[in-house]
């Protein structure tokens, strides 16, 4: 089965689970399709992708989302006294992201041609 993975990353601030009734906090999650493109020093953000990269993305998520693929996603807190053993890292989420409808419709694949006699 296919995966993705990112080993590390940090969360920009505290995230609340619950609120003060106690409660269960809601969040949004989403994702893009991308290719890893070269950090530009002049800019300071990462260069746009090309339009044939852009065109791949694009065929990629039509075909994700024919398929009816999501992403099943798992957050782990990666405790220090833990190292890499992943069986001692809490799982603190888990959800699902499901493939939005793409903005563009895939094109037709054009039907076969076909004698008159049915060969």
């Not at 995230?15 to 290719?35: C, K, M, P, T, W």
């Not at 990666?78 to 888990?94: E, S």
Request: aromatic share 10%; net charge negative; with cysteine.
């Amino acid at each position: 089965m296919a995966q993705f993975s990112r080993t590390k990353f940090k969360l920009k601030q505290d995230v609340i689970a619950v609120d003060d009734a106690g409660n269960a906090n809601e969040y949004r999650a989403s994702a893009f399709l991308q290719f890893r493109t070269e950090w530009d020093d002049n800019n300071r953000r990462y260069k746009e992708m090309t339009d044939n990269q852009k065109q791949i993305c694009e065929e990629l998520h039509q075909q994700l989302y024919q398929a009816g693929v999501e992403f099943g996603i798992s957050i782990q807190y990666r405790d220090p006294m833990a190292g890499d053993d992943l069986k001692l890292m809490p799982k603190i989420a888990t959800f699902s992201l499901l493939c939005n409808e793409p903005k563009q419709k895939p094109k037709p694949q054009p039907e076969p041609q076909v004698d008159d006699d049915g060969w």
